[in-house]
T-cell receptor, first 110, second 114 residues
Framework: GQQVMQIPQYQHVQEGEDFTTYCNSS?????IQWYKQRPGGHPVFLIQ?????EVKKQKRLTFQFGEAKKNSSLHITATQTTDVGTYFC??????????FGAGTRLFVKA | SAVISQKPSRDICQRGTSLTIQCQVD?????MFWYRQQPGQSLTLIAT?????????ESGFVIDKFPISRPNLTFSTLTVSNMSPEDSSIYLC???????????FGQGTRLTVV
């Protein structure tokens, strides 16, 4: 079945450092979504990428969708303590089912 | 997106008993799903809750263990039956309005089986 891999599993950074998490699907995706889950909370939608090679930015966050629509990345510039949480990528293949990656847990040390 | 109210938020249950988790959406959604999440882990899809018909279960999950109802477009329940400590986890419902759009989640139910 469809699988979405995500690395790294954990990342410890000093506040101000950059952070990147990578996502790779076993199948071509219709779209890739990114979610953030704060400790003790539920996943919250951040963004969706649909087009091959698409790049979107939200303030310090930059999201990319690969040319083959099988991989994606999330890059955070100059992390802040408010960025702490787990970042999940999630893929859809043309329907309603959303398959989540394993998530990358970000720790930010002040 | 819509708002999903999920309850209970947490419960501690005796092994062998059953717990029903409810999710109420503030507006109609096309699809609803149930996920399980171990602390610090990813979300594992249990099933798709189909309105007016039997749920569609993912590999490793069966109806006898996780019966699901969805009587209308705004409500769904998941029952965790004959619980064992291995069922201790966070259970989340989610909804989608339209295919290929964002999923929104309930607040989650933290279940502990003792």
């Amino acid at each position: 079945g469809q699988q979405v891999m995500q690395i790294p599993q954990y990342q410890h950074v000093q506040e101000g450092e950059d952070f990147t998490t990578y996502c790779n699907s076993s199948t071509t995706l219709s779209n890739i979504q990114w979610y953030k889950q704060r400790p003790g909370g539920h996943p919250v939608f951040l963004i969706q990428l649909v087009k091959s090679g698409e790049v979107k930015k939200q303030k310090r966050l930059t999201f990319q969708f690969g040319e083959a629509k099988k991989n994606s990345s999330l890059h955070i510039t100059a992390t802040q303590t408010t960025d702490v949480g787990t970042y999940f990528c999630a893929g859809q293949t043309g329907g309603f089912k959303t398959i989540f990656g394993a998530g990358t847990r970000l720790f930010v040390k002040a | 997106s819509a708002v999903i109210s999920q309850k209970p938020s947490r419960d501690i249950c005796q092994r062998g008993t059953s717990l029903t988790i409810q999710c109420q959406v503030d507006s109609q959604v096309t699809m609803m799903f149930w996920y399980r999440q171990q602390p610090g882990q990813s979300l594992t899809l249990i099933a798709t809750a189909n309105q007016g018909s039997e749920a569609t279960y993912e590999s490793g999950f069966v109806i006898d263990k996780f019966p699901i109802s969805r009587p209308n477009l705004t409500f769904s329940t998941l029952t965790v039956s004959n619980m064992s400590p291995e069922d201790s986890s966070i259970y989340l419902c989610s909804g989608l309005r339209v295919a290929n759009t964002e999923a929104f989640f309930g607040q989650g139910t933290r279940l502990t089986v003792v």
